[in-house]
């Protein structure tokens, strides 16, 4: 992993966690245990996800460069449909209150995708290597 990757995984990951944080605190003050483990549970869901997304997606560029932009429209695309699947299986449930964990994965997966779209606008990724330009041979 580059340094820019690391730079861009910890751009995203830690206003995610941020933001899981405060949506542990919202929900154990409205919602009691059950809202916080709910809220913590839905945090620790997006931040999984999103990860394992970020490093699939810097894997295909530096294999696929051509395929980069295809890669990131399908990959958004099939976590936001993982994403509802998680809510549909634990509708449900009674391990934790629901609402906290729907808020939780909600709020946490606008966090991180507006923190990635922002490490990204802020990266400075050359698009020509320097020392390919001054070759003459």
């Known amino acids: 992993m580059q340094s820019n990757d690391v730079r861009t995984f910890l751009n995203c990951a830690v206003p995610a966690a941020a ?20 809220a913590a549970f839905g945090t620790f869901v997006v931040i999984a996800f999103m990860s394992i997304g970020l490093l699939v997606l810097q894997r295909v560029a530096k ?9 990131g429209l399908a990959l958004y695309t099939t976590q936001i449909l993982l994403l509802a699947v998680v ?7 009674s391990l934790f209150n629901q609402r906290a ?19 990204h606008m802020k990266a400075k990724i050359l698009y020509v290597e320097p020392d390919s330009a001054g070759s003459t041979s």
């Not at 933001?19 to 709910?38: D, E, F, T």
């Not at 808020?103 to 490490?119: D, E, N, P, S």
């Open 19 to 38: 933001a899981g944080v405060i949506a542990v605190v919202v929900s154990s003050v409205v919602a009691g245990g059950k809202g916080a483990l709910g």
């Open 63 to 71: 294999s696929y460069p051509a395929l980069f932009q295809m890669m």
């Open 87 to 93: 809510l549909a299986v634990f509708k449900n449930t």
């Open 101 to 119: 964990f729907a808020f939780a994965l909600l709020g946490t997966t606008l966090v991180w995708i507006a923190a990635q779209a922002r490490a």
